[in-house]
Protein backbone atom coordinates (compact mmCIF):
# COMPACT_ATOMS: atom_id res chain seq x y z
CA UNK A 1 0.00 0.00 0.00
CA UNK A 2 1.34 3.70 -0.85
CA UNK A 3 2.02 6.46 1.71
CA UNK A 4 -0.21 9.43 2.40
CA UNK A 5 1.98 12.26 0.87
CA UNK A 6 0.99 16.33 1.64
CA UNK A 7 1.63 18.05 -1.26
CA UNK A 8 1.87 21.55 -0.72
CA UNK A 9 3.61 24.67 -1.68
CA UNK A 10 4.64 26.78 1.35
CA UNK A 11 6.55 30.30 2.29
CA UNK A 12 9.60 30.23 4.53
CA UNK A 13 7.21 31.88 7.32
CA UNK A 14 4.59 29.00 6.69
CA UNK A 15 1.67 30.00 5.19
CA UNK A 16 0.04 28.21 1.81
CA UNK A 17 -2.31 31.29 0.97
CA UNK A 18 -2.42 34.75 1.38
CA UNK A 19 -5.02 36.49 3.35
CA UNK A 20 -8.56 36.66 2.66
CA UNK A 21 -8.43 33.51 0.80
CA UNK A 22 -11.83 32.92 -0.55
CA UNK A 23 -13.77 31.46 -4.11
CA UNK A 24 -12.27 34.01 -6.15
CA UNK A 25 -8.97 34.53 -4.18
CA UNK A 26 -7.75 30.45 -4.20
CA UNK A 27 -4.16 31.55 -2.92
CA UNK A 28 -5.35 34.55 -1.08
CA UNK A 29 -3.88 37.90 -1.75
CA UNK A 30 -0.14 37.65 -2.85
CA UNK A 31 -0.24 33.81 -2.32
CA UNK A 32 -0.09 33.84 -6.66
CA UNK A 33 3.63 33.93 -5.63
CA UNK A 34 3.74 30.11 -3.49
CA UNK A 35 2.92 28.75 -7.54
CA UNK A 36 5.16 30.68 -9.23
CA UNK A 37 7.84 27.49 -9.51
CA UNK A 38 5.07 26.45 -11.85
CA UNK A 39 5.73 28.47 -14.48
CA UNK A 40 9.14 29.07 -13.41
CA UNK A 41 10.61 28.97 -17.29
CA UNK A 42 8.89 27.61 -19.82
CA UNK A 43 5.48 25.45 -19.34
CA UNK A 44 3.67 23.26 -21.79
CA UNK A 45 0.65 25.65 -21.97
CA UNK A 46 -1.67 22.26 -22.30
CA UNK A 47 -0.89 20.44 -19.17
CA UNK A 48 0.59 23.11 -17.03
CA UNK A 49 3.88 21.03 -16.67
CA UNK A 50 7.36 22.56 -16.54
CA UNK A 51 9.58 22.01 -18.94
CA UNK A 52 12.66 20.64 -18.01
CA UNK A 53 14.76 20.26 -14.37
CA UNK A 54 13.92 19.52 -11.13
CA UNK A 55 10.88 21.46 -11.01
CA UNK A 56 9.43 19.18 -13.85
CA UNK A 57 10.64 16.16 -12.00
CA UNK A 58 8.75 16.90 -9.06
CA UNK A 59 5.72 18.38 -10.65
CA UNK A 60 6.05 14.36 -12.54
CA UNK A 61 6.37 12.70 -8.95
CA UNK A 62 3.57 14.52 -8.29
CA UNK A 63 1.22 12.70 -11.19
CA UNK A 64 2.27 9.46 -10.20
CA UNK A 65 -0.11 9.47 -6.98
CA UNK A 66 -3.22 7.28 -7.53
CA UNK A 67 -5.97 9.25 -5.80
CA UNK A 68 -6.24 12.65 -4.08
CA UNK A 69 -7.38 13.62 -0.97
CA UNK A 70 -8.75 17.42 -0.16
CA UNK A 71 -10.62 19.48 2.08
CA UNK A 72 -13.99 20.94 0.31
CA UNK A 73 -12.70 24.78 0.92
CA UNK A 74 -9.57 24.29 -1.32
CA UNK A 75 -11.44 21.90 -4.07
CA UNK A 76 -13.70 24.47 -4.65
CA UNK A 77 -11.42 27.03 -4.51
CA UNK A 78 -9.55 25.21 -7.18
CA UNK A 79 -12.70 25.41 -9.28
CA UNK A 80 -12.63 21.60 -8.48
CA UNK A 81 -9.68 21.50 -10.90
CA UNK A 82 -12.77 21.39 -13.60
CA UNK A 83 -13.52 17.55 -12.06
CA UNK A 84 -10.12 16.00 -12.76
CA UNK A 85 -6.61 16.68 -10.72
CA UNK A 86 -4.79 14.73 -12.81
CA UNK A 87 -5.18 11.19 -15.06
CA UNK A 88 -8.57 10.74 -14.05
CA UNK A 89 -7.69 9.68 -10.46
CA UNK A 90 -10.37 9.42 -8.10
CA UNK A 91 -10.99 12.61 -5.92
CA UNK A 92 -11.68 12.28 -1.98
CA UNK A 93 -13.27 15.43 -0.57
CA UNK A 94 -13.33 16.02 3.04
CA UNK A 95 -16.81 17.83 4.10
CA UNK A 96 -18.91 17.84 7.10
CA UNK A 97 -21.98 17.87 4.95
CA UNK A 98 -21.60 16.14 1.75
CA UNK A 99 -23.80 16.99 -1.10
CA UNK A 100 -26.67 14.57 -2.74
CA UNK A 101 -25.31 13.74 -5.87
CA UNK A 102 -21.85 14.48 -6.93
CA UNK A 103 -21.44 16.38 -10.30
CA UNK A 104 -18.02 14.15 -11.17
CA UNK A 105 -18.14 10.19 -10.83
CA UNK A 106 -14.52 9.98 -9.78
CA UNK A 107 -15.10 12.74 -7.18
CA UNK A 108 -16.69 11.44 -3.81
CA UNK A 109 -17.50 13.44 -0.94
CA UNK A 110 -16.90 12.08 2.83
CA UNK A 111 -17.93 13.15 5.65
CA UNK A 112 -15.16 11.68 7.58
CA UNK A 113 -11.40 12.72 7.18
CA UNK A 114 -10.14 8.99 8.05
CA UNK A 115 -12.62 7.36 5.38
CA UNK A 116 -11.74 9.29 3.27
CA UNK A 117 -7.82 8.70 3.59
CA UNK A 118 -8.66 4.63 3.79
CA UNK A 119 -11.08 4.83 0.61
CA UNK A 120 -8.35 6.60 -1.27
CA UNK A 121 -5.59 4.19 -0.50
CA UNK A 122 -7.76 2.04 -1.51
CA UNK A 123 -8.14 2.84 -4.49
CA UNK A 124 -4.68 3.92 -5.34
CA UNK A 125 -3.36 0.69 -4.45
CA UNK A 126 0.15 0.68 -4.67
CA UNK A 127 0.66 4.01 -5.58
CA UNK A 128 1.16 6.87 -3.28
CA UNK A 129 -2.05 8.95 -2.25
CA UNK A 130 -1.74 13.13 -2.44
CA UNK A 131 -3.34 15.02 0.04
CA UNK A 132 -4.01 19.32 -0.48
CA UNK A 133 -5.58 21.78 1.65
CA UNK A 134 -5.20 22.64 5.13
CA UNK A 135 -8.34 21.23 6.72
CA UNK A 136 -7.80 18.07 5.72
CA UNK A 137 -4.22 18.10 6.45
CA UNK A 138 -4.42 19.21 9.94
CA UNK A 139 -7.44 16.02 10.79
CA UNK A 140 -5.06 13.68 9.13
CA UNK A 141 -1.95 15.04 11.35
CA UNK A 142 -4.27 14.54 14.18
CA UNK A 143 -5.84 10.81 13.44
CA UNK A 144 -2.07 10.26 12.75
CA UNK A 145 -2.58 9.50 9.18
CA UNK A 146 -0.36 11.53 7.30
CA UNK A 147 2.97 9.97 6.23
CA UNK A 148 5.08 12.01 4.17
CA UNK A 149 5.55 16.22 3.41
CA UNK A 150 6.02 17.48 -0.22
CA UNK A 151 6.63 20.80 0.53
CA UNK A 152 8.02 23.36 -2.15
CA UNK A 153 9.24 26.36 -0.23
CA UNK A 154 9.11 29.28 -1.63
CA UNK A 155 11.71 31.64 -0.54
CA UNK A 156 9.41 34.93 0.15
CA UNK A 157 7.67 36.00 3.51
CA UNK A 158 4.31 36.29 2.57
CA UNK A 159 3.26 38.17 6.20
CA UNK A 160 -0.59 36.46 6.62
CA UNK A 161 -2.46 33.85 5.45
CA UNK A 162 -3.37 30.71 6.10
CA UNK A 163 -0.58 28.16 7.88
CA UNK A 164 0.56 24.47 6.80
CA UNK A 165 1.25 23.88 10.43
CA UNK A 166 -1.50 24.64 12.98
CA UNK A 167 -0.54 25.99 16.41
CA UNK A 168 0.00 23.78 18.92
CA UNK A 169 0.85 20.53 16.50
CA UNK A 170 4.41 18.96 17.60
CA UNK A 171 5.92 16.50 15.26
CA UNK A 172 9.22 15.12 14.82
CA UNK A 173 10.33 14.79 10.59
CA UNK A 174 13.43 13.03 9.09
CA UNK A 175 14.22 14.85 6.11
CA UNK A 176 14.54 12.51 3.13
CA UNK A 177 15.02 14.91 -0.02
CA UNK A 178 16.01 18.51 -0.16
CA UNK A 179 16.27 19.60 -3.75
CA UNK A 180 16.50 23.26 -5.43
CA UNK A 181 14.43 24.08 -8.75
CA UNK A 182 14.11 26.92 -10.34
CA UNK A 183 12.76 29.44 -7.90
CA UNK A 184 11.77 26.54 -4.79
CA UNK A 185 13.74 24.72 -2.66
CA UNK A 186 11.25 20.89 -2.73
CA UNK A 187 11.60 19.10 0.50
CA UNK A 188 10.63 16.08 1.34
CA UNK A 189 9.78 14.62 5.04
CA UNK A 190 8.71 11.42 6.46
CA UNK A 191 6.80 11.67 10.03
CA UNK A 192 8.59 10.08 12.74
CA UNK A 193 6.16 7.65 14.39
CA UNK B 1 32.17 45.94 3.72
CA UNK B 2 30.90 42.32 4.71
CA UNK B 3 26.87 41.36 5.57
CA UNK B 4 24.51 40.98 8.02
CA UNK B 5 23.61 37.54 8.29
CA UNK B 6 20.69 36.47 10.54
CA UNK B 7 22.01 32.86 12.10
CA UNK B 8 19.32 31.11 13.01
CA UNK B 9 18.23 27.44 13.64
CA UNK B 10 14.13 27.63 13.06
CA UNK B 11 11.63 24.43 13.37
CA UNK B 12 9.70 23.95 10.10
CA UNK B 13 6.65 25.63 11.89
CA UNK B 14 8.94 28.28 12.08
CA UNK B 15 9.85 28.81 15.87
CA UNK B 16 13.15 29.64 17.05
CA UNK B 17 12.38 29.23 20.59
CA UNK B 18 9.58 27.09 22.09
CA UNK B 19 6.80 28.55 24.44
CA UNK B 20 7.63 30.29 28.32
CA UNK B 21 11.18 31.21 26.62
CA UNK B 22 13.15 33.11 29.78
CA UNK B 23 15.69 33.74 31.71
CA UNK B 24 16.21 29.87 32.92
CA UNK B 25 14.69 28.35 29.77
CA UNK B 26 16.72 30.61 26.84
CA UNK B 27 15.19 27.84 24.38
CA UNK B 28 11.89 27.52 25.93
CA UNK B 29 9.39 24.31 26.28
CA UNK B 30 10.86 21.93 24.00
CA UNK B 31 13.39 24.42 22.22
CA UNK B 32 16.71 22.31 22.90
CA UNK B 33 16.06 20.47 19.97
CA UNK B 34 16.49 23.46 17.64
CA UNK B 35 20.12 23.10 18.97
CA UNK B 36 20.36 18.93 18.35
CA UNK B 37 22.37 19.94 15.58
CA UNK B 38 24.90 21.12 16.99
CA UNK B 39 25.46 17.96 19.26
CA UNK B 40 24.98 15.49 16.18
CA UNK B 41 27.87 13.10 16.16
CA UNK B 42 30.79 13.57 18.32
CA UNK B 43 31.22 17.15 19.58
CA UNK B 44 35.02 18.57 20.75
CA UNK B 45 34.17 18.71 24.38
CA UNK B 46 36.13 22.33 24.74
CA UNK B 47 34.62 24.54 21.98
CA UNK B 48 31.29 22.60 21.04
CA UNK B 49 31.99 22.25 17.84
CA UNK B 50 30.87 19.51 15.84
CA UNK B 51 33.86 17.11 15.01
CA UNK B 52 32.80 16.65 10.99
CA UNK B 53 30.54 17.20 8.12
CA UNK B 54 28.50 19.88 6.80
CA UNK B 55 27.64 20.63 10.56
CA UNK B 56 31.63 21.22 11.67
CA UNK B 57 31.38 23.22 8.17
CA UNK B 58 28.87 25.54 9.02
CA UNK B 59 29.76 25.75 12.92
CA UNK B 60 32.83 26.95 11.28
CA UNK B 61 31.80 29.84 8.77
CA UNK B 62 29.99 31.31 12.11
CA UNK B 63 32.61 32.01 13.61
CA UNK B 64 34.60 33.79 10.96
CA UNK B 65 32.30 36.78 11.42
CA UNK B 66 34.31 40.04 12.93
CA UNK B 67 31.38 41.29 14.93
CA UNK B 68 27.47 39.98 16.71
CA UNK B 69 24.53 42.28 17.42
CA UNK B 70 21.82 40.62 19.04
CA UNK B 71 18.86 41.88 21.69
CA UNK B 72 19.25 41.92 25.01
CA UNK B 73 17.08 39.01 26.14
CA UNK B 74 18.54 36.57 24.01
CA UNK B 75 21.86 37.86 25.44
CA UNK B 76 21.31 37.53 28.69
CA UNK B 77 18.90 34.18 28.24
CA UNK B 78 22.40 32.51 26.99
CA UNK B 79 23.99 33.76 29.80
CA UNK B 80 26.05 36.31 28.05
CA UNK B 81 28.14 33.51 26.60
CA UNK B 82 30.39 34.29 29.25
CA UNK B 83 31.23 37.24 27.56
CA UNK B 84 32.39 36.17 24.65
CA UNK B 85 30.42 34.95 21.82
CA UNK B 86 33.56 34.01 19.82
CA UNK B 87 36.99 35.09 19.22
CA UNK B 88 36.54 37.75 21.81
CA UNK B 89 34.88 39.75 18.68
CA UNK B 90 32.58 42.80 19.70
CA UNK B 91 28.83 41.88 20.64
CA UNK B 92 26.37 44.69 20.16
CA UNK B 93 23.70 44.25 22.51
CA UNK B 94 20.76 46.57 21.66
CA UNK B 95 18.25 47.70 24.29
CA UNK B 96 16.06 50.69 25.30
CA UNK B 97 17.66 50.83 28.42
CA UNK B 98 21.67 50.60 28.36
CA UNK B 99 23.05 49.92 31.86
CA UNK B 100 25.56 52.82 32.72
CA UNK B 101 28.05 50.14 32.94
CA UNK B 102 29.03 47.18 30.91
CA UNK B 103 30.51 44.00 32.56
CA UNK B 104 32.67 43.19 29.54
CA UNK B 105 35.09 45.30 27.79
CA UNK B 106 34.16 43.70 24.29
CA UNK B 107 30.16 43.70 24.82
CA UNK B 108 28.36 47.01 24.15
CA UNK B 109 24.76 48.29 25.21
CA UNK B 110 22.95 49.91 22.03
CA UNK B 111 19.82 52.23 22.41
CA UNK B 112 19.24 51.89 18.43
CA UNK B 113 19.12 48.84 16.34
CA UNK B 114 20.54 50.84 13.08
CA UNK B 115 23.36 52.37 15.22
CA UNK B 116 24.20 48.87 16.41
CA UNK B 117 24.30 47.27 13.29
CA UNK B 118 26.90 50.63 11.70
CA UNK B 119 29.21 49.93 15.06
CA UNK B 120 29.24 46.31 14.36
CA UNK B 121 29.80 46.32 10.93
CA UNK B 122 32.61 49.18 11.48
CA UNK B 123 34.17 46.87 13.63
CA UNK B 124 34.07 43.82 11.50
CA UNK B 125 35.57 45.30 8.82
CA UNK B 126 35.36 43.01 5.82
CA UNK B 127 34.12 39.73 7.44
CA UNK B 128 30.31 39.49 8.49
CA UNK B 129 28.26 40.55 11.27
CA UNK B 130 26.58 38.17 12.79
CA UNK B 131 23.03 38.70 14.25
CA UNK B 132 21.12 36.86 16.99
CA UNK B 133 17.55 37.02 18.54
CA UNK B 134 13.96 37.54 17.41
CA UNK B 135 13.64 41.12 18.73
CA UNK B 136 16.94 42.03 16.84
CA UNK B 137 16.58 40.58 13.71
CA UNK B 138 12.37 41.96 13.84
CA UNK B 139 14.18 45.76 14.42
CA UNK B 140 16.63 45.03 11.64
CA UNK B 141 14.23 43.46 9.12
CA UNK B 142 12.14 46.73 9.09
CA UNK B 143 15.39 49.03 8.64
CA UNK B 144 16.01 47.06 6.07
CA UNK B 145 19.25 46.37 6.71
CA UNK B 146 19.64 42.52 6.90
CA UNK B 147 21.34 41.43 4.01
CA UNK B 148 21.18 37.48 4.89
CA UNK B 149 19.30 34.45 6.21
CA UNK B 150 21.49 31.81 7.64
CA UNK B 151 18.91 28.88 8.61
CA UNK B 152 19.25 25.82 10.56
CA UNK B 153 16.13 24.53 9.47
CA UNK B 154 14.71 21.83 12.20
CA UNK B 155 12.88 19.10 11.12
CA UNK B 156 10.22 19.29 13.55
CA UNK B 157 7.17 20.92 14.46
CA UNK B 158 6.96 22.94 18.49
CA UNK B 159 3.72 24.01 18.01
CA UNK B 160 4.04 26.96 20.06
CA UNK B 161 6.92 29.86 21.21
CA UNK B 162 8.77 32.52 19.06
CA UNK B 163 8.13 33.01 15.41
CA UNK B 164 11.75 34.34 13.67
CA UNK B 165 9.42 36.18 11.10
CA UNK B 166 6.82 38.47 12.60
CA UNK B 167 3.06 38.20 11.44
CA UNK B 168 2.86 41.05 8.68
CA UNK B 169 6.13 41.44 7.53
CA UNK B 170 6.46 40.55 3.81
CA UNK B 171 9.91 40.62 1.99
CA UNK B 172 11.10 38.05 -1.01
CA UNK B 173 14.77 36.17 -0.83
CA UNK B 174 16.81 34.36 -2.92
CA UNK B 175 18.13 30.64 -1.95
CA UNK B 176 21.90 30.94 -2.40
CA UNK B 177 22.88 27.57 -0.61
CA UNK B 178 20.61 24.51 0.81
CA UNK B 179 23.04 21.36 1.98
CA UNK B 180 22.27 18.61 4.64
CA UNK B 181 24.91 18.41 7.97
CA UNK B 182 23.13 15.44 10.08
CA UNK B 183 19.50 16.20 11.58
CA UNK B 184 19.03 19.54 9.90
CA UNK B 185 19.19 21.58 6.76
CA UNK B 186 21.37 24.55 6.34
CA UNK B 187 20.27 27.19 4.37
CA UNK B 188 21.29 30.39 3.04
CA UNK B 189 19.25 33.37 1.92
CA UNK B 190 20.13 36.48 -0.24
CA UNK B 191 17.33 39.32 0.70
CA UNK B 192 15.95 40.96 -2.08
CA UNK B 193 16.38 44.66 -1.98
Known amino acids: MGSLIVSMSMSLDGFVAGANAGPDNGLGDGGEVLHSWLNAGNIDPTSYRPERGVNARIFDE ?94 VLLGRGRRLFDEGDTAAFELTRAEQGEGVLHLRYRVRR
Do not use: C, N
Request: glycine residues 8%.
Open 62 to 155: MLTTGAVVVDRHTFEWADEWGGDHHDGVPVFVVTRTPPAVSAYEIVSYVDDPVTAIDRAKAAAGERDVMMHGVGAVRDAMRAGAVDEFSIALVP
